[in-house]
């Protein structure tokens, strides 16, 4: 699988398994086990959006797509622009 389709396959599994909607792909890494893609969803929806809470997920595929694993990593304010 080429890279367009481990994310379209990432962010699939990902929403259809956890019941959150993706907020956008921030990261893409190719692994000896296959694929580990960054995503951001939204967690909580706040007034003003910039205080809305996003959660930084990783979801890890094998080669062929597979979904092996995924998991939170952090939580942001979506006005949060600081790296840690």
């Known amino acids: 699988m080429n890279a ?3 994310i379209k396959k990432a962010r699939e599994d990902f929403a259809k398994l956890s019941k ?8 893409l890494s190719k692994t000896k086990e296959g694929w580990v893609v960054s995503l951001e ?10 205080m809305d809470v996003l959660g ?3 979801v890890h595929l094998d080669n062929k ?3 092996l ?16």
Do not use: Y
């Open 4 to 6: 367009d389709e481990i």
């Open 20 to 27: 959150i909607s993706v907020d956008g792909v921030i990261g």
């Open 41 to 50: 969803a939204l967690q909580r929806s706040a007034i003003p959006d910039s």
């Open 56 to 58: 930084l997920f990783e």
């Open 65 to 67: 797509g597979n979904l």
């Open 69 to 84: 694993a995924f998991e939170r990593k952090k939580l942001r304010k979506r006005g949060d622009t600081k790296e840690e």
